[in-house]
């Protein structure tokens, strides 16, 4: 699945910039309060006026202090998916069952530098898992390879479990790094800079695609093996 990021879109046409890409399975929505990250994005009035734009299934991404008391209202407006930082929660549990009480899926969202092995036991209360392979806060960062073992960590936990989650990574991902994202297990890609920097969105989308294919297509092989 492809989600392309508006954080990279222009915020001025964000109606058109969803249209430039209908074809995505998502549209990531980075949500930032310039208090849990240095930057400063858009909030819940423009998620709301986006959902009245496009047909795509909203991925909001909190990266907001207090997504505790927040995260909730994003479910209730309309959005598919609803992904808050451990980082930042109280109550992580409660957070993920009130998103999913709202309507929506329910994500949890890691930073780089912090280790999956003490969530791995509340992912069963979660839809999605965002790796983060930047540090959040920006676009445009580079891809941090090293965050690969946290995917390889999360499919391993999934398909040995009973768990129905999807893998998800945002940073830097593009042509040079969407195949070795693929191959370590991750099901979906948010891709800010290389969808939106593109000439043709929509085509950057379908190329991401399958890339996204030949990748998961060698993770299948691999674990065939085994």
Known sequence: MIAPSILSADFANLGAAAEAVAQADWLHVDVMDNHFVPNLTLGLPVVRSLLRATDLPLDCHLMIEDPDRWAPGYAE???ANVTFHAEAAHDVVGTARAIRSAGALAGLSVKPGTPIEPYLDVLKEFDTLLIM?????????????????????AREHVNS??????????????????EQ???A??????????????????????L???Q?????????SAAGRL
């Open 77 to 79: 407006a309309g959005s």
């Open 133 to 153: 392979s930047v540090e959040p806060g920006f676009g445009g960062q580079k891809f941090l390879p090293d965050v690969l073992s946290k995917v390889r960590t």
């Open 161 to 178: 479990g009973h768990l129905r989650l999807f893998i998800e990574i945002d940073g830097g991902i593009g042509a040079d790094t969407i």
């Open 181 to 183: 994202a693929a191959e």
């Open 185 to 206: 297990g991750v099901d979906v890609f948010v891709a800010g800079s290389a969808v939106y920097g593109a000439d043709d969105p929509a085509r950057a989308v379908q």
């Open 208 to 210: 991401l695609r399958e």
């Open 212 to 220: 996204a294919r030949a990748g998961m297509a060698r993770c299948a």
